[in-house]
């Protein structure tokens, strides 16, 4: 399996900080009416009810990708050739085949920006919609505020067996709960899906394990649980604490709905070669079936994107078999009546500069870090087909037409799943705080 780093030489690694502050400066009437006001209902028609975000971590290219600049100079435009698409006058890059012949279902923004131009807190601000309260190393691992996949578990989670927040194969820098607590961490599935021998973690029963064996060990512990473990009945037990982890294990493993899930090798061997057998085809297939098991949020944390040098080989390589995993999921879920229901998102924390640059004793060409421009792609969940919202300059160098913020984005993407952008939750200390500050969604693809 592929472990791909960015140029601050992070790989896997989960990191939950929590930096929590309390409330100060609040008095008591304002307190109660933030608090009602955050109590109170707010009616929105939701048409999505699961998202799969496919995080493309180090920062795509968007000149290489949905936003070609085929008048632009050589040194900018790249070795890629503009292809048409689906909707008339609209370019994709060459290698996004697939995607072009179906901009009729799916939309493009090309004029997000912010100034966050480091990996830590580029993706932390586009994970979130909060930018970060202090300065971000491009190595870091932060989290200010919510993930939008774990905002999703909070406002959306339903006890069927299944955690409400996936990442697989791990979790992105910025995609943790925050103050909203462990509980809304998201479960991480690693390995490879492409393995024949691949298992989940805490779903399947541990090698050498009989279902028999199991069952006995459930019933031992059941015993041993009712016997007094102490005589003082004020005194706390010193265990009691493990049992709730311990009942949603006992439930993740013997949940029918988790192993259907999960046994990706129950689908027809013709459908995992149309997703691409490799890690990431099949990582999308598994989100599939994440989403048909009724998972609010799933995200595919797709690193190696940071192409600072050897970019056109890089992605003459990569991104047909991306171009073909993405379009794939898009039309599987349509053709299985689940499109309506379920957003697809690709990004990543920004995108790359105009300037084609070699890195000192390279030769290889590559672009490096650009937040001034980058490219979302977003299909399902009531989101009109053939929209390209705003436009970048001739060059590609800003978003120059209907200028977004990450803000923007992620109210949008909350909207479209029945959350209000703008509510009020607070953190254990009492603090409260917004979802998103700016609430204003993007009109165009709701």
């Not at 910025?174 to 779903?203: E, M």
């Not at 691409?276 to 598994?286: I, M, S, T």
Request: proline fraction near 6%; charge should be neutral; include cysteine.
């Amino acid at each position: 399996m592929s472990h791909y780093r960015n140029c601050a030489g992070i790989s896997r690694r989960d990191c939950l900080q929590l930096g929590l502050t309390s409330a100060v400066g609040l008095g008591l009437s304002q307190m109660l009416g933030l608090r009602a006001q955050a109590a109170a209902p707010t009616v929105r028609q939701a048409k999505a009810k699961s998202c799969i975000l496919i995080w493309m971590d180090g920062g795509p290219t968007h000149f290489e990708t949905f936003d070609p600049k085929p008048d632009a100079p050589a040194e900018i435009r790249g070795e890629f050739e503009p292809i048409s698409t689906k909707v008339a006058g609209v370019q994709f890059s060459q290698h996004m085949t697939k995607l072009a012949g179906m901009l009729d279902q799916i939309s493009v923004i090309r004029s997000i920006r912010h100034d966050q131009g480091n990996h830590g807190a580029g993706n932390h601000y586009m994970m979130t919609g909060a930018p970060p309260r202090i300065p971000v190393g491009c190595g870091a691992f932060v989290s200010f505020h919510p993930s939008m996949g774990s905002v999703a578990a909070y406002e959306l989670g339903k006890d069927n067996g299944l955690p409400n927040y996936f990442s697989i194969p791990s979790m992105s820098r910025s995609g943790g709960p925050n103050f909203l607590g462990a509980k809304y961490a998201p479960f991480v599935v690693g390995g490879d899906p492409n393995s024949a021998d691949f298992r989940v973690r805490d779903v399947a029963l541990p090698q050498g394990l009989t279902e028999d064996h199991f069952n006995r060990r459930t019933d031992l512990r059941k015993l041993v649980d009712r016997i007094e473990r102490i005589n003082d009945p004020a005194a706390g037990d010193p265990v009691g604490g493990l049992d709730e982890y311990y009942r949603q294990g006992y439930d993740l493993i013997t949940s029918t709905a988790a192993q259907a899930a999960f046994d990706i090798h129950r689908e027809k061997e013709s459908v995992r070669e149309r997703y691409g057998r490799n890690g990431f085809g099949q990582r999308a297939l598994l989100a599939r079936r994440l989403v048909e098991a009724g998972v609010p949020f799933i995200t595919i944390n797709d690193g190696g994107w940071d192409h600072h040098s050897d970019i056109f080989p890089a992605l003459r390589k990569r991104l047909p078999d991306w171009d073909n995993t993405v379009a794939t999921l898009i039309a599987d879920l349509a053709e299985r009546g689940l499109l309506e229901s379920t957003l697809v998102v690709a990004l990543g924390e920004f995108g790359r500069t105009p300037a084609i640059s070699t890195l000192s004793g390279q030769k290889l060409a590559g672009r490096d870090h650009w937040a001034n421009a980058m490219s979302v792609l977003i299909a399902g969940g009531g989101t009109p087909g053939g929209v390209v919202v705003g436009s970048t300059d001739r060059k590609g160098y800003t978003a120059n037409d209907r200028i977004l913020s990450p803000e923007n984005f992620v109210s949008t993407i909350y909207t479209k799943l029945g959350i209000d952008p703008g509510k009020i939750v607070y953190t254990p200390q009492g603090r409260p705080t917004h979802l998103v500050s700016d609430s204003t969604t993007i009109k165009e693809l709701l």
